[in-house]
């Protein structure tokens, strides 16, 4: 492929609810441009885009892939994301290197959350968005069904450019409002046929086409409000702007499984899209954290973006860049911001789903890779000295999933962790924890599938087998009442024996501190000189309670008397008596079982709000109040054991259909009600016996 210059450049994400045909569309972008001389299927496996082992396996998109075609002296560097909710850092992945988002939506189905989160991701970035409404050769598709939802939806903004003619249930042709001209696909090529009588609904069509026109310019607008009619030029020139500006979102229509009209969202794209002149251009921070505007100039310095890293089988580390201004080149030296080091730029590359092509440059405003950069992640800026500047990096979801992953091996835990850590270059909404309460290794995701999807990488990648458990909680034991315990330590071995006595009463404390330790000996009954030590046993009791053997917190110890011996005393032997006195005591000052509570702020539409308040409840939690959010959202605001948390993010996934969010802060300890005590400290005895 040649050398494109920026304002031949269109970088442009397909995007949108999961089934809706993103991969399918991609394909046959790839196969009319001429770039594959096949039409692969996801059903089949053999599609450009999901090429990965867990693609193809799962018939769906867990990852970004990235296929650069040429269509009318255009290049178009399509980013394929992934549509299921679990794999969001796809999507946002996507976006972050694109200027234009394709949204595909099911003309079966409609809209779906899918399709909402990528018009939010869309609009968040400042993208242009088009919709391609797909799989009309489908009798069940209402394709004009799905239009008044988007409008309804999204309001006037959204625009007809490439209709469906219906008859019998069947698109007979297809309709370019721009051009005024139909084009049937029976013969397999796009034909010009004679424009159809499609009655009112033309009348209807133009005027949801003046509607959005309307909304580019105030002068428009007062045009329209005016009753004047717009001329074909006002239209066309209204679209257009109205795109790049993204107060336009236009609409097309087609079949990607037979190829029916992508060729006129190709020609959309290269006509009506922004090209990565007109829109790649950002504001990044210089070292002062002031803003510094950067325009698409390959003579400037550079400066580029790592919006992907992927570990090749073949090459290794694979660092996916778009390049803001300026240009990278083989043997150069780039800054990381991020890490403060230089980079050394080896070999450049064009990817092509799995296929990769060595090129010269990456110039401004293209997209490409580059192999073996030791210290830089996804998220890093890398530029020039002359001009280090900071890019915006990927706001990614925080982790609502976790799960204690055990080796089937044992030993296998050193490898478990090395390879979990190559993965989380590709993902970085993965994370390990080796909790050292709980003794377990804590994975982190996104979801079910997620999780399912990084077991099944280090089982195919790496042949490590591991086994998921629900994590332990971490809970505490403290004491409800005052009681006085004697410890008396004292052994005679032949020459010095040991002795320690001391009578400390314990009482819970109001601090919040795991031991307040205090004292109140008088007459010297026990020196100060073991004072420390005394503390120290006690520290290293309270790591164990009398219950289940949990840490104990909110613990006050007062050293009140005591005695010593001139000779056998040591701090040994007081230390031993403090342990005795804390052994002695603590089961008798009515211990309980403390456990985790947080704060819960879970999002919705206001519609769900009562499953969720209920949901809670079930969960022994109570709910604090609701407070307004944007786009018709509520967010109920209450506190949960942390017990009852470990699957949250499934329930809210299935009730809210993926529209909800939602994050969970630890708060305090409290006491755990005594029915659900006895089970967990049995559980806890249990488990600590096997151990």
């Known amino acids: 492929m040649q050398q494109y210059g920026a304002k031949d450049i269109r970088n442009v994400a ?28 996801t059903a089949e496996g053999n599609t450009l885009c999901d090429f990965d082992e867990e693609e193809v396996k799962r018939g769906v998109s867990i990852s970004t892939a ?164 717009f001329s074909s030029q006002e239209i066309i020139t209204g679209i257009s702007s109205g795109i790049k500006s993204g107060t336009i979102m236009p ?21 009506l899209l922004p090209s990565a002149f007109e829109k790649s251009a950002e504001v990044a921070s210089d070292i002062d954290g002031n803003p510094v505007e950067l325009k698409v100039n390959p003579d400037a310095a550079t400066a580029a973006i790592v919006f992907k890293t992927v570990s090749d089988q073949f090459v290794g580390k694979l660092s996916f860049v778009k390049v803001i201004s300026g240009k990278i080149t ?49 998220g890093d800026t890398l530029c020039s000295t002359a001009r ?25 835990e050193d490898k478990i962790a090395q390879a979990l850590a190559k993965l989380c270059l590709e993902d970085p909404t993965i994370s390990l924890e080796n909790n050292t309460e709980t003794h377990q290794m804590i994975l982190h995701g996104l979801g079910e599938q997620h999780i399912d999807v990084i077991v099944s990488k280090l089982k195919s990648r790496f042949s490590l087998d591991v086994e998921l458990k629900t994590p332990r909680v971490a809970y505490r034991e403290s004491i409800r009442k005052k009681v006085q315990a004697q410890g008396r330590h004292k052994k005679q071995t032949g020459g010095h024996g040991q002795f320690g006595d001391v009578f400390i009463e314990f009482e819970p404390s109001t601090t919040g501190d795991k031991l307040e330790f205090s004292e109140r000996v008088v007459g010297g009954a026990v020196p100060k000189t073991y004072f420390p030590a005394i503390e120290k046993g006690l520290r ?28 056998d005393s040591s701090e040994m032997a007081f230390k031993m008596a403090a342990a005795l006195a804390y052994k002695e005591g603590l089961p008798k000052a009515l211990p309980v079982l403390l456990e985790p509570v947080g704060t819960l702020r879970a999002t919705v539409p206001e519609d769900h709000t009562g499953d969720i308040m209920g949901e809670i409840n079930k969960r022994r939690g109570r709910v604090l109040g609701i407070d307004p959010d944007e786009d018709g959202m509520q967010t109920v605001v209450c506190e949960v054991p942390n017990a009852e948390m470990h699957d949250f993010t499934i329930f809210m996934r299935k009730t809210a259909q993926g529209r909800g969010n939602f994050t969970f802060n630890f708060e305090r300890y409290e006491e755990v009600p005594e029915n659900i005590a006895e089970k967990v400290i049995k559980e806890t005895i249990a488990l600590n016996q096997n151990i």
């Open 388 to 412: 280090k500047v900071t890019l915006d990096k990927i706001d990614y979801p925080t982790a609502s999933l976790s799960m204690a992953i055990y080796p089937k091996n044992k030993g296998d």
């Open 251 to 271: 609409v097309f229509c087609g079949d990607a499984l037979s190829m029916f009209g992508v060729d006129q969202l190709l020609n959309g794209i290269c006509d």
């Open 14 to 41: 397909l995007a949108g609810h999961s089934g809706s045909g993103k991969t399918s569309l991609s394909e046959a972008m790839a196969f009319l441009s001429g770039i594959s001389n096949r039409l692969g299927s």
């Open 540 to 567: 290293e009791c309270i790591l164990h309670g009398p219950l289940a053997g949990y840490p104990v917190v909110n613990l006050k110890a007062t050293l009140y008397d005591g005695s010593y011996h001139p000779v």
């Open 66 to 229: 990235i296929m650069p075609i040429e269509w009318r002296k255009t290049k178009i560097n399509l980013l394929d994301t992934p549509g299921l909710f679990d794999f969001e850092e796809g999507l946002l992945e996507g976006i972050r290197a694109a200027d234009s988002v394709v949204i595909t939506i099911s003309g079966k189905h409609g809209i779906g959350v899918g399709t909402q989160k990528a018009v939010k991701a869309a609009n968040k970035r400042g993208l242009s968005k088009v919709f391609f409404v797909n799989g009309l050769c489908d009798e069940s598709a209402r394709f004009y069904r799905v239009f008044e939802t988007l409008k309804a939806e999204f309001g006037p903004s959204v625009c007809p450019v490439v209709v469906p003619f219906i008859e019998n249930d069947k698109a007979e042709c297809y309709v370019n409002m721009l051009e005024y001209k139909a084009y049937s696909y029976k013969s397999g090529k796009p034909e010009e046929v004679p424009m159809p009588d499609m009655g009112d609904r033309l009348d209807g069509l133009r005027t949801a086409i003046s509607e959005a026109v309307a909304e580019t310019s105030d002068e428009m607008f007062e045009k329209y409000f005016s009753g004047e009619p």
């Open 330 to 378: 083989p043997e150069t030296t780039l800054f990381n911001m991020q890490t403060g080091e230089n980079e050394k730029i080896g070999k450049l590359l064009q990817v092509r789903g799995k296929k990769q092509e060595e090129i010269k440059a990456i110039e401004a405003g293209d997209i490409g890779a580059t192999p073996k950069l030791l210290n830089t992640k996804t």
